[in-house]
């Protein structure tokens, strides 16, 4: 995903780049349970025809989204305050014992990125 890449067109970020980007959360319905854990409420269809879709069939147009304790972590940091390197930092140091948690962390920011969650500034 990270690497040095000179050309500037299709260029990618540089890892020290990405850090200094800012996660956003988007407009996602969320609420977390009492241990901390997040579950995102997330609409299946967004046109016209797929809500009448749902309806039709009666079923609900959204399905819940549940993560996991670093998920959660995550998605309550993409506060539009904090980097990807703080939230890197607050996850080093609860996922102490865990290796390459920068990379689990830059897949699901980029994961949530294409799923249309969140954005940087």
């Excluded at 304790?69 to 140091?93: A, H, P």
Aim: a positive charge; one cysteine or more; charged letters at 35%.
């Amino acid at each position: 995903m990270l690497r040095n890449n000179k050309k500037k067109k299709d260029r990618r970020p540089t890892e020290q780049e990405f850090l200094r980007f800012i996660p956003v959360r988007l407009d996602i319905k969320w609420e977390e349970d009492s241990e901390g854990i997040v579950k995102l409420t997330v609409p299946k269809f967004e046109s016209k025809f797929g809500k009448s879709f749902c309806k039709l069939i009666k079923k609900d147009n959204h399905f819940t989204a549940n993560l996991d304790k670093l998920g959660s972590i995550v998605w309550k940091n993409c506060d539009g305050k904090k980097t990807v390197e703080d939230i890197l930092k607050i996850l080093e140091k609860e996922f102490s014992d865990e290796n390459d948690i920068n990379q689990r962390l830059y897949l699901f920011l980029q994961q949530l990125q294409n799923l249309g969650y969140i954005t940087f500034k």
